[in-house]
């Protein structure tokens, strides 16, 4: 922890000129450890790599004892699935783009894989937004149903208090009630 070690893989330059709109894609899974060091970064250069600008930060949780920067609601935990994300502002009508992927403090992290990286002019595919069940734990478990291994029952199994005083309040946001599991 501290080390300051980062694991970078950095893009070829290429040229966005002409373009006014710029996305970045990643099939992404990115698992990072709760030791709150972990850090999982995106940035984008337009000067041959002399400086970068961050356009996606995840920010392992954990037990507030990390220096800055600390993960809040916004950047907490890792990113499972297809990422996209807008770099226009930085990158549009550019000679010449990097975009670099950066693990830092990995050696107490678990992994980031990226797969299937497109950088292209159009925006992820907008749908409507389903809602297949919704659960505001305001009454406990609610209409939630928990299964567990022999002689787990109670708060020995999915709960919504902190059991294992995990939380540490100013490290993410309390948003009122958690489901934890048991430690």
């Not at 850090?39 to 507030?64: A, K, L, W």
């Not at 059991?163 to 100013?170: F, H, S």
Request: negative net charge.
């Amino acid at each position: 922890d501290g080390t300051g070690q980062s694991y970078d893989i950095t893009t070829p330059a290429f040229s966005t000129a002409g373009g006014t709109a710029v996305w970045l894609h990643a099939s992404t899974s990115a698992q990072l450890n709760n030791s709150d060091d972990a850090v999982f970064d995106i940035d984008v250069s337009t000067d041959g790599g002399t400086t970068f600008t961050n356009v996606f930060r995840r920010v392992s949780p954990g037990t507030g004892r990390a220096a800055a920067p600390l993960p809040d609601t916004t950047n907490a935990d890792g990113f499972f699935g297809r990422l996209s994300v807008d770099i226009s502002s930085i990158a549009a009508d550019k000679p010449s783009v990097q975009i670099r992927f950066r693990h830092f403090e990995p050696s107490d992290d678990w992994w980031i894989a990226l797969d299937d990286i497109r950088v292209d002019c159009d925006a992820p595919p907008s749908g409507g937004e389903d809602v297949l069940f919704s659960e505001s734990f305001a009454a406990g478990l609610g209409s939630m149903g928990v299964l567990s291994g022999a002689g787990n029952t109670g708060t020995e199994t999915w709960h919504t208090t902190d059991k294992g005083n995990r939380y540490v309040a100013g490290t993410v946001s309390a948003v009122g009630l958690m489901l934890l599991a048991p430690p």
